[in-house]
């Protein structure tokens, strides 16, 4: 810039701005004009305009060399302790766009507490490091981002002080993190009013790897359902049984959960089959199981049906395929397409649906593909009849059973519909969808068709499995539910049973009263703990324990109605589509102080344990690429924090959203 004679050099030693060291401030007439000593651009220098626009500048100007930073931002040019210091700052013009770009590299001081002091405020550079660890874990994002060059730039140009994370700093901090919301999760657990019901899941990895995910369920002080992922444990090869039932055990006793543990939801599979049976002879030891574990052990529902819906799609495979393929040549191209709704025509087939072509892994979709095939099963004969090189169109006989097996998935469809439609999947829903298989189940294996009574059969021998581990809890649940009671079990069993229905109706009533009965003792014995650590009469309380079961058993004997008989007699609630048990039970827990302790840990059991968003899958949850590269405890430590992050998002839903961002990105 070259200056005019009017133009007056202002001499800028006597202004306090450390900013003025890289501006000449010149007067033109009564105009003061600060001219950038590197660029030489010209902004507002007058005194009323302030030095922020010029800081800003230098932040963004290119030109501008060996600067300091740190500098520009303090308030008065001093650099303060924990600020940040540029070194080997150099920058060419003559990088390619294929280079890695020269960026300004930080030394960092020591910091005091975190906090780097500023103009607009104190820069927490501790806080921030977490804030990135979390959203890298609450969204997924790969751990390798801090060192892509795309966010080293993105950072530098959105705040110069954040000194870049390694990728060993970001998996440090990750699991800094997940130490201390675990702290977290261990004290709401301990806080919980009822029991806890665990599930036990399987994850696949790329290639061989295997993972156990263990998840706690349970309804909170609130009357909600609260689930958390405990562990997410690698399975190893070489590992029997029997060392992975012992490294679950260690798990749940480093959790400190076996003592309030009520059930455990797995899949029908010899490793599930061990866990279960591991935890379930410790429990027993230390007399922790209700009703002498009688519904401790739980099968997936959702589980039982896909098992089904295998079979079904097995027994139809050569049609399917058929089918599949037929639909493809079809829509291969418009000519071919054209002559099939030309059939379509002649046939007379009355349908407004257009042919589907399924995706295998989810089986509602294979379902859906032979419901509309068979619409058009006339069309597709006939197109056979007229298009020589369409060669794979199912018999006759291929196309009956087809339809009986399509029936067969239609009712599967819609059960799983209903558990992954329920926006509160509490045990309750569960009883009158499982009974109508049941009932279906009795009814296809009289069919007159070798290959459908074979099929029922089949799937029969493997749903009494689930159901001879399963009735009891599913009935105990619809029992729970003030709009059945008893009459949906009575409706249900003399379908099912027959002649023997009244003594199956008294079973599930014996055990609805030995639950009962087992949580009004330790609502008693939970009830005279508090009063006596209130007083610090320890020894006498120990000394009485004998004395609080002696009088609680003799009281059955007199004419006292119990909750769970006050329950009963009392009439049904009406049935409405809006109902929510887990609200009545808040409601009336007053007037049946015992029995909703009872209900608050058999609804809280969760009778699948497949995700809403999973029922309709064909095989087990995959971990991709990415998660599946990293090391077992880096993996456990995101997927659990991750969960217990999303989980507090949702609880916030009914928070503004600052309130929500608040839960999830605090660091302390």
Not at 159 to 171: I, K, N, R, S, W
């Amino acid at each position: 810039m070259e200056l005019s004679e009017e133009t007056v050099l202002v001499d800028c030693s006597r202004l306090k701005s450390a900013v003025w060291k890289d501006f000449d401030r010149v007067k033109r007439g009564d105009t003061c004009v600060a001219v950038c000593k590197h660029c030489k651009k010209k902004l507002s220098g007058s005194s009323t305009s302030g030095t922020s626009h010029l800081r800003n500048h230098l932040i963004r100007c290119r030109r501008r060399n060996n600067h300091d930073v740190s500098q520009l931002l303090t308030s008065k040019g001093k650099k303060k302790e924990g600020s940040l210091t540029p070194v080997n700052y150099t920058y060419s013009h003559e990088h390619t766009k294929t280079d890695t770009p020269n960026l300004i590299r930080y030394e960092q001081a020591p910091l005091k507490d975190g906090l780097v002091n500023g103009t607009a405020g104190n820069f927490e550079y501790k806080r921030s490091r977490f804030d990135l660890a979390r959203m890298i874990i609450l969204h997924g994002y790969p751990l390798a981002m801090v060192e892509h060059i795309g966010f080293k730039v993105f950072v530098r140009k959105l705040q110069p002080l954040f000194e870049l994370v390694t990728l060993d700093g970001v998996v440090a901090d990750c699991k800094e993190i997940y130490v201390k919301e675990k702290q977290k999760v261990c004290e709401m657990l301990d806080e919980l009013p009822g029991k806890i019901s665990l599930s036990v899941d399987t994850w696949t990895a790329k290639g061989d790897g295997k993972y156990l995910c263990l998840t706690a369920h349970s309804v909170d002080d609130s009357w909600a359902l609260r689930k958390k992922i405990l562990s997410f444990i690698y399975v190893y090869p070489v590992q029997t049984e029997d060392v992975v039932s012992e490294i679950v055990m260690a798990r749940l006793m480093e959790w400190d959960i076996d003592r309030k543990l009520f059930s455990m939801t797995c899949d029908s599979c010899s490793i599930h089959d061990s866990i279960v049976c591991k935890v379930r002879e410790h429990l027993s030891e230390n007399r922790f199981l209700l009703c002498n574990g009688q519904i401790f052990e739980v099968r997936c529902a959702v589980n039982i049906i896909k098992i089904m819906v295998e079979d079904c799609l097995e027994a139809l495979d050569s049609t399917i395929c058929k089918i599949r393929e037929s639909i493809r040549y079809i829509k291969s191209s418009q000519s071919i397409h054209e002559k099939f709704n030309e059939m379509v025509q002649e046939v007379g087939a009355d349908s407004q649906k257009s042919l589907y072509l399924d995706n295998p892994a989810n089986w509602n979709s294979t379902y859906t593909m032979l419901d509309v095939a068979l619409e058009y099963r006339e069309a597709f004969s006939r197109l056979q009849e007229h298009d020589f090189a369409y060669t794979m169109c199912p018999s006759d006989d291929e196309w009956s059973q087809a339809s009986t097996i399509t029936s067969f998935l239609k009712l599967f469809v819609e059960v799983a519909t209903v558990f992954a439609g329920s926006k509160i999947p509490t045990a309750n829903i569960y009883f009158p969808e499982v009974c109508d298989i049941h009932l279906q189940l009795i009814d296809w294996c009289q069919s007159r068709d070798e290959l459908i009574s074979s099929l029922s059969l089949k799937m029969k021998s493997k749903f009494d499995d689930y159901w001879k581990k399963c009735s009891l809890v599913l009935a105990v649940a619809a029992i729970l539910d003030p709009r059945f009671k008893m009459k949906l079990v009575e409706y249900y069993y003399p379908q099912i049973y027959g002649g023997d229905a009244p003594d199956c109706v008294d079973i599930v009533s014996n055990c609805m009263r030995a639950l009962y009965n087992g949580h009004d003792v330790y609502s008693t014995l939970a009830s005279n703990s508090q009063v006596g650590g209130s007083d610090g009469g320890n020894d006498t309380r120990d000394r009485l324990t004998g004395f609080d079961r002696f009088l609680h058993e003799t009281s059955q004997n007199q004419n006292v109605k119990s909750d769970l008989d006050k329950y009963l007699e009392e009439p049904l609630f009406p049935r409405n589509v809006d109902f929510n048990i887990l609200n009545w039970w808040r409601v009336h827990t007053p007037r049946y102080p015992v029995l909703s302790m009872m209900a608050r840990n058999i609804l809280g059991i969760p009778m699948s344990k497949v995700s809403l968003d999973s029922v309709f899958d064909t095989g087990d949850r995959v971990l991709d690429q990415y998660r599946s590269s990293l090391s077992a405890d880096t993996l456990q430590a995101l997927i659990c924090t991750q969960d217990w992050m999303r989980n507090g998002l949702e609880d916030s839903k009914s928070s503004s959203s600052s309130s929500a961002l608040a839960i999830c990105y605090d660091a302390n």
